[in-house]
């Protein structure tokens, strides 16, 4: 976002491509890319990109102010184009046709697909009953158009995550967490960074007492989208709720689950080192690191485990840097936060959020 404040196009697009490269379905850095298009007059790329972030979210208003400005201005290029040619079509007249240069045309627009009418009723109906409490309502709303989406889930895959994470709110309204964490498991596998999945999921563990599951997927979520408070908050608490019951190896008891990556809570590299290390294999000795205490303070712990992750550190210094960075931006000090979003890619370039935030910045 950094980059984008300061008009820094360019960079901007570095970042975001970045992004894309990881997670092509990204839709926050296909919402910055086009504005990137946009502001160089590349229209046509910039609508491709708006088409696809509408493809899931089809009610995004700033996406579709954005689109119509977009064909606004790539009609008024069309329409100056034709006035040229015609403005010239006396001077071309007896001259050769080898001479002529050819007129290139203006792709078509890409096609946009919308949800079939039916679905779109469904959802806007199950909505509807969610907010006014009849959460039983809601859900077979929401299992109706999940049902009349099936046929075409390959197309609408973001659209079908949506759907799953929405009915899986309404289990867990009404206190069906194994259904509610079916869903959730379900929905990520149509899109694998759905941040607000993994939350639901691990609300759904917490409220079964499932501490560590609960863990990994508050921690897989915030990877996603730093932005989630709630989930921050349960993080802080359940981790000491762990180590109140484990101890300083509390990290080592941490369950695998198979839709969630290393890349997305590296506290997962601990339970891989210390199997490791029941099996021999050398497991390079951590350094005593700090943990934080509630009231802000420090203390130093001696090794917490032969499988204590290197980055443990890092993580910690990241998150910090990001904050700082965020607090920059809310004074409008975006050279500032440029340099801390920077810092926290260099610290760990897997973490897209640092991407997308310098981007938006930098334009």
């Known amino acids: 976002m950094a980059y984008l404040k300061l008009k820094n196009h360019s960079a901007a697009l570095d970042d975001v491509n970045e992004v894309l490269r990881q997670e092509p379905d990204n839709r926050k850095a296909l919402h910055r890319r086009a504005q990137c298009f946009l502001a160089e007059g590349r229209y046509a790329e910039a609508e491709a990109d708006l088409v696809r972030v509408l493809e899931s979210e089809p009610n995004h208003s700033q996406v579709k102010a954005l689109l119509d400005e977009i064909r606004v201005k790539r009609e008024g290029e069309v329409k100056r184009k034709r006035v040229e040619i015609e403005e010239n079509g006396d001077e071309s007249e007896g001259e050769e046709c080898g001479d002529e240069s050819p007129v290139v045309s203006e792709p078509p627009p890409p096609k946009c697909l919308t949800l079939p009418d039916d679905v779109v009723a469904f959802k806007d109906n199950a909505t509807k009953a969610f907010k006014s409490g009849n959460f039983a309502r809601a859900l077979e709303l929401y299992s109706q158009a999940i049902e009349a989406l099936k ?34 498991t379900q929905g990520l596998r149509f899109n694998p960074v759905h941040a607000k999945l993994f939350a639901r999921r691990a609300s759904a563990y917490d409220t079964l007492e ?4 609960a863990y990994v997927n508050y921690k897989a979520a915030l990877s996603i989208d730093s932005s989630l408070a709630n989930a921050h908050q349960a993080c802080s608490r359940i981790g000491s709720e762990l180590r109140r019951l484990f101890g300083s190896k509390w990290r080592e008891r ?17 339970k891989e080192n210390s199997e490791e290390e029941a099996k021999g294999e050398e497991v390079p000795v951590p350094v005593p690191v700090p943990i934080p205490e509630e009231n802000g303070e420090e203390k130093k712990e001696s090794h917490l485990s032969s499988s204590t992750p290197p980055p443990e550190k890092e993580v910690k210094t990241y998150e910090g840097i990001r904050l700082k960075g965020n607090q920059f931006v809310k004074e409008s000090k975006f050279g500032e936060a440029l340099e801390c979003y920077s810092e926290c890619i260099e610290i760990d370039s897997s973490q897209v959020a640092a991407y997308t935030n310098r981007a938006d910045r930098k334009s």
Not at 153 to 182: M, P, T, W, Y
Not at 254 to 270: F, G, H, K, N, T
Request: glycine share 4%.
């Open 254 to 270: 941490l369950p695998r689950q198979a839709d969630i990556p290393l890349s997305l809570v590296p506290e997962l590299e601990v």
């Open 210 to 213: 499932k501490y560590g599951d």
């Open 151 to 184: 046929p075409a889930c390959e197309d609408f895959k973001d659209a079908c995550a949506s759907l799953l994470n929405n009915r899986a709110a309404c289990h867990n309204k009404v206190g069906d967490c194994q259904s509610c964490i079916k869903d959730c």
